[in-house]
Nanobody, 126 residues
Framework: QAQLVDSGGGLVQPGGSLRLSCVAE??????????IGWFRQAPGRGREQVAC????????WYADSVKGRFTISRDDAANSVYLQMNNLKSEDTAVYYC?????????????????WGQGTQVTVSS
């Protein structure tokens, strides 16, 4: 069973920053060709992908809503992926999930991803 452990959420004021972490316990970022990234789900809304890395190409993908504010990065030695979120807005409030899959791609539908973290709550509020 693939294991992803995500963390780093919290309460932050609008304009603030947070950094989310995802440890890939059963994938190897340096050896496996996977899509790994971050999804979010706000109350009453569907799950959407916000940022992703395709490890085979070392290519990066962002949703339009977060471009210029969020940065995804990888640390192969730590087998971890990070999401640096700056200039946070109230509409960024959601549960954020790390997800990965061998057969998915950045921007693929949610159903293509089989491995998920447990989720971490991000709340942007004054």
């Amino acid at each position: 069973q693939a294991q992803l452990v995500d963390s780093g959420g919290g309460l932050v004021q609008p304009g603030g920053s947070l950094r989310l972490s995802c440890v890939a316990e059963t994938f190897s970022l340096s050896r496996d060709y996977i899509a790994i990234g971050w999804f979010r789900q706000a109350p009453g809304r569907g799950r959407e992908q916000v940022a992703c890395i395709n490890t085979s190409e070392n290519s990066y993908w962002y949703a339009d809503s977060v471009k210029g504010r969020f940065t995804i990065s990888r640390d192969d030695a730590a087998n971890s992926v990070y999401l640096q979120m700056n200039n946070l807005k109230s509409e960024d409030t959601a549960v954020y999930y790390c997800a990965a899959d061998y057969d998915a791609w950045c921007g693929a539908p949610v159903a293509k991803y089989d491995a998920w973290g447990q989720g971490t709550q991000v709340t942007v509020s004054s």
